[in-house]
């Protein structure tokens, strides 16, 4: 089975903070995916990653960087958090072969 | 830019009661449409992938169709377990793997 596993199911950070979100998959997939999710809003994309150290703005990026240094692992970065960044953090994987992405368990943020 | 609208939100229904949720997309080109299950505090789950119109797929109480505008997600005889929020997806053809996502339908299977 598929595996991503992301760092932390449950965080809390103060405003101004730098917060760093971890994801990993295990399953050797090209695609990595940060998304966030917000009642009524759905799922909006943040970042992806097609590759090693290559990074594409989603639909959301304003206030947010990603790392991608190896294969496996693609970090999400919130340089300094403010409190309109509360939310639910999800990441997936998928591979360039089969289209359908597989998620993690998602990290519920709290910035206060 | 790709759109998906789901309906109903919110749907309850009695245990064994059948039913369809729906889901609306407009993109210029389809490459495939996703559905996932999300249990309350929890990842999406992946259930299918339908590429081309006419296209059907089944898994236990669940079945989704494929048109050229719209996918339904039909639920035969729900149980409790089936109580779940529903989301449909898509990605188009244009050279990324992005999924546009819907805002889901809260699906609650009563007793």
């Known amino acids: 089975d598929v595996k991503v596993t992301q760092s932390s199911r449950y965080l809390v950070k103060r405003t101004g903070e730098k917060v760093f979100l971890e994801c990993v998959q295990d399953m050797d997939h090209e695609n990595m995916f940060w998304y966030r999710q917000d009642p009524g809003l759905g799922l909006r994309l943040i970042y992806f990653s097609y590759d090693v150290k290559m990074k594409e703005k989603g639909d959301i990026p304003e206030g947010y960087s990603v790392s991608r240094e190896k294969k496996e692992r693609f970090s999400l970065i919130l340089e300094s958090a403010s409190t309109n960044q509360t939310s639910m953090y999800l990441c997936a994987s998928s591979s360039s072969m089969n289209t359908e992405a597989f998620f993690g368990q998602g990290t519920r943020l709290t910035v206060v | 830019e790709d759109q998906v609208t789901q309906s109903p939100e919110a749907l309850r229904l009695q245990e064994g009661e059948s039913s369809s949720l729906n889901c609306s997309y407009t993109?210029?080109?389809?490459?495939?449409l996703f559905w996932y299950r999300q249990d309350p505090g929890k990842g999406p789950e992946f259930l299918f992938t339908l590429y081309s119109a006419g296209e059907e797929k089944e898994k236990e109480r669940l079945k989704a169709t494929l048109t050229k505008k719209e996918s339904f997600l039909h639920i035969t005889a729900p149980k409790p377990e089936d109580s779940a929020t529903y989301l449909c997806a898509v990605q188009d053809n244009f050279g990324n793997e992005k999924l546009t996502f819907g805002t889901g339908t809260r699906l609650t299977i009563i007793p």
């Open positions: 993109v210029s080109g389809l490459r495939g």
